[in-house]
């Protein structure tokens, strides 16, 4: 596996699985929010939460899709605590109700990750009139988590857990406007580049990050927010792009880099129920 194989100082290497990264870790009593589980990384990220006994919820867009993957996981793990709610992140109204509902629920929340995304969308707005991949990646993972703020906070204080709130970016936050975040041309389809507004939305999820764990050291509260490149894997994340959907298997393929979610899905479940992650915040 060449570099793949190197560990770094957390003994792990980019070649670890999610389940090896959770070895021995009891998440028992641990809820935790997964949002896009229907597919890909949240799928594997949601199987391997619930194998550590974390109650998992699965906040999906397709009820469908996401009841299918909690038959599967329950297949495999009888034992899984695990249930599926709605959530379209590209809608402020739906993210609302999520968040209302859960919240009405009563249950704790130690784990909330910020997973869901779309790529190189053409452009369309949301029913918000916001740029969708902004409105799906950032704006309504950013509402999400300050609505559900308080239920972390009065989690982990009744708990004394930690609570972690994880944000699934992309090495792509790199290739975005040359000028940044474009906060007054989010919208302005003119100069739209599929790829920069993609890069765009990952950059907001790790200042989204960055700005909340200061605020949360700043108020004393015990939450961490971190922010992660997941690495490249094989999903349905090139589901709009057919040139680096093709682009992308083909390098994979010819690198013989193991690049399947149960293979590669490491980094979220580190930094969401691993102990030794308190040492890299972000
Ligand atoms: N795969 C990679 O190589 C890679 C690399 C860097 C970063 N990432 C990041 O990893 C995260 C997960 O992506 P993935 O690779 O697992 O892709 P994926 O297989 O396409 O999964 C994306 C998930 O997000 C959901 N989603 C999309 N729009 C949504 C919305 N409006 N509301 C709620 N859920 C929505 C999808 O639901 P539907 O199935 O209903 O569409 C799906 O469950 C993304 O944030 C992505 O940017 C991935």
Same mark, same amino acid.
């Given at each position: 596996?060449?570099?793949f194989s190197? !560990?770094? $100082?957390s003994? %792990?290497?980019?070649?670890?699985?999610?389940?090896?990264?959770?070895?021995?870790?009891?998440?028992?009593?641990?809820t935790a929010?997964v949002?896009? /589980? #229907?597919?890909?990384?949240?799928?594997?990220?949601?199987?391997?939460? /619930?194998?550590?006994?974390?109650?998992?919820?699965?906040?999906?867009?397709?009820?469908?899709?996401?009841?299918?993957v909690?038959e599967?996981?329950?297949?495999?793990?009888?034992?899984?605590?695990?249930?599926?709610?709605?959530?379209?992140?590209?809608?402020?109204?739906?993210v609302t109700?999520?968040?209302?509902?859960?919240?009405?629920?009563?249950?704790?929340?130690?784990i909330l990750?910020?997973?869901?995304?779309v790529?190189?969308?053409?452009f !369309?707005?949301?029913?918000?009139?916001?740029?969708?991949? %902004?409105?799906?990646?950032h704006?309504?993972?950013?509402?999400?988590?300050?609505?559900?703020l308080?239920?972390m906070?009065?989690?982990?204080?009744?708990s004394n857990?930690e609570?972690?709130i994880?944000?699934? #970016?992309?090495?792509?936050?790199?290739?975005?406007y040359?000028?940044?975040?474009? %906060?007054?041309?989010?919208?302005?389809?003119?100069?739209?580049?599929?790829y920069?507004?993609?890069?765009?939305?990952?950059?907001?999820?790790?200042?989204?990050?960055?700005e909340?764990?200061?605020?949360?050291?700043?108020?004393?509260?015990?939450i961490?927010?971190?922010?992660?490149h $997941?690495?490249?894997?094989?999903?349905?994340i090139?589901?709009?792009?057919?040139? #680096?959907?093709?682009?992308?298997?083909?390098?994979?393929?010819y690198?013989?880099v193991?690049q %399947?979610p149960?293979?590669?899905?490491?980094?979220a479940?580190w930094?969401s129920i691993h102990s030794? #992650?308190?040492?890299? $915040?972000?």
């Open positions: 596996m060449g570099i190197w !560990k770094g $100082p003994g %792990f290497s980019a070649s670890s699985t999610a389940e090896e990264v959770t070895h021995g870790i009891d998440g028992t009593g641990l929010i949002t896009g /589980a #229907s597919s890909g990384l949240g799928q594997e990220t949601s199987r391997v939460l /619930a194998l550590r006994g974390v109650h998992v919820v699965m906040a999906v867009r397709n009820m469908d899709a996401g009841n299918n909690k599967a996981i329950l297949k495999e793990i009888q034992s899984a605590k695990i249930d599926v709610m709605e959530l379209d992140l590209s809608s402020l109204a739906s109700k999520f968040a209302a509902d859960y919240n009405s629920k009563g249950l704790p929340l130690n990750i910020n997973n869901a995304g790529m190189a969308t053409p !369309k707005l949301s029913q918000d009139n916001i740029e969708l991949q %902004f409105a799906t990646n704006i309504g993972h950013f509402l999400l988590t300050n609505l559900l308080d239920t906070k009065s989690t982990s204080q009744e857990e609570g972690r994880v944000n699934v #970016s992309s090495l792509a936050h790199k290739y975005g040359r000028e940044g975040i474009r %906060f007054d041309k989010v919208d302005d389809t003119s100069r739209y580049n599929k920069y507004a993609y890069g765009q939305s990952k950059l907001a999820n790790i200042l989204h990050a960055k909340l764990t200061r605020r949360l050291k700043e108020e004393g509260v015990k961490t927010a971190n922010s992660l $997941p690495g490249g894997i094989v999903t349905n090139s589901r709009y792009d057919g040139l #680096s959907n093709c682009k992308l298997r083909v390098c994979w393929v690198l013989h193991k %399947f149960r293979e590669r899905l490491q980094h479940l930094h030794s #992650s308190l040492a890299n $915040p972000n």
